[in-house]
């Protein structure tokens, strides 16, 4: 029903910024809301960020808030997540995700529908 595509990461440095694009397909994209989530080797899948089906309500994990931004434009059927003063440890596979319904939540189990990740390198 809905398809979630990702690009845009790869190997950078700390410090470094990088902009991760999520491109959606299907009618319920615009209803949806849309997360990120990451996952390190080894790790549990973490939320990242979470935005309303609008694009006026975001929330953010602790590990994030200030750096990261998340946003949407719906005419492109596009989820972003713009990440700057990246470290170490923000290494991860990054995934998009759809939500059940169209607003934000930093529960994994929310998500219906999910991208193919993208991995995200930072060097120190």
């Known amino acids: 029903q809905v398809q979630l595509v990702e690009s845009g990461g790869g190997l950078v440095q700390a410090g470094d910024s990088v902009s991760l694009s999520c491109a959606g397909s299907?009618?319920?994209?615009?209803?949806?809301?849309m997360g990120w989530f990451r996952q390190a080797p080894g790790k549990e899948r973490e939320f990242v960020a979470a935005i309303d089906w609008r694009g006026r309500i975001t929330r953010y994990a602790d590990s994030v808030k200030s750096r990261f931004t998340i946003s949407r434009d719906n005419a492109k059927s596009t989820v972003y997540l713009q990440m700057n003063s990246l470290k170490p440890e923000d290494t991860a596979v990054y995934y998009c995700?759809?939500?059940?319904?169209?607003?934000?939540?930093?529960?994994?189990?929310?998500?219906?529908?999910w991208g193919q990740g993208t991995q995200v390198t930072v060097s120190s």
């Open positions: 299907g009618r319920s994209f615009r209803s949806s809301g």
């Open positions: 995700a759809g939500a059940r319904d169209g607003f934000t939540s930093s529960a994994r189990n929310w998500y219906n529908y």
